[in-house]
Nanobody
């Protein structure tokens, strides 16, 4: 099985950018689709986006379309979430997760989850 771990969270002003990384260990991450999810206090977990095994296909949740970009480097065993034009409502704990299933934004199909990293957008 694979283990995943997020890094790169922090605080940023509205309109700014942050880059999160998801590093895989154990089994190679290229065998899995990788999704990003977020959860704000008092809210349900929300799908941010997902990338296919090859990196050729991505899907995004409506709140982040046009602002966030997911990419992967299968040689480095990492997946990156580039977040641009950040808004206060993007404040949440961000998780990456891996799945052996077909490409999907549904959190229920993801078997392997990281511990999460906090992103705070505030002036």
């Amino acid at each position: 099985q694979v283990q995943v771990r997020e890094s790169g969270g922090g605080s940023v002003q509205p309109g700014g950018s942050l880059r999160l990384s998801c590093a895989g260990s154990g089994r190679t991450l290229s065998s899995y689709i990788v999704g990003w999810f977020r959860q704000a206090p008092g809210k349900e977990r929300e799908s941010v986006g997902v990338i296919s095994r090859s990196g050729l296909n991505t899907m995004y949740g409506d709140p982040v379309k046009g602002r966030f970009i997911i990419s992967r480097d299968n040689y480095a065993n990492t997946v990156t979430l580039q977040m641009n034009t950040l808004k206060p409502e993007d404040t949440a704990v961000y998780f990456c997760a891996a799945s052996a299933a077909a490409l999907s934004l549904s959190p229920s199909i993801y078997e392997y989850w990281g511990q999460g990293t906090q992103v705070t957008v505030s002036s």
